[in-house]
């Protein structure tokens, strides 16, 4: 598990980083009831049914290149979002923290921190169909790009998969104003 990865927040939402996710109450119970939800099993490659035993291998195993947080709301898990070789990123939201902004938020978070690091744009692969989670990437400031070659199967839906980008904030070019004599 990457030991370097920091606490993010803003003024509603705080990332966690996974090697502090056992601190939180109850966020066993939160992942399996999370992960169970119709629209997680319906967009993502979560296992169905979710089960303790998969929380618990999640819980204590980020693969490696990963970095993972977790959205924490009043003290509780709210959801999750990594950081993946690629620099594509991959996040999942609680039933009952959706609507609230916070993904698009945890995408902000998540970029500025990629940026500070060197990271040139990132990357989102959405369902073309999925338009919660492309509505929260837009207004996370991605931009649509192309869609990709080849379509995912997910429990007998065929998706077709959007791929959004964010770049980095260009340096300004100097100018004859912004040198020093």
Sequence with gaps: MPTNVPLLRDAELTLLPWSDVD????????IVATSNDPAMVRWTT??????GSHADEFLATVPDGVERWAY?????????IELRPGDVLGYSTAPWARGRGLTTRAL?????RAFSRGVKHLELHIAVDNSASRRAAEKAGFTYDCL???PVRLRGH??????YVLRAPEEPEPNSTSIAP
């Design 46 to 51: 979560v296992p169905h049914p979710y089960t």
């Design 72 to 80: 924490v709301v009043d003290g509780r898990y709210a959801g999750s």
């Design 23 to 30: 601190s939180l109450p109850g966020v066993r119970a939160d």
């Design 158 to 163: 065929e998706d077709t998969l959007a791929r």
């Design 148 to 150: 990709l070659s080849e």
């Design 108 to 112: 902000r978070l998540v970029a500025a």
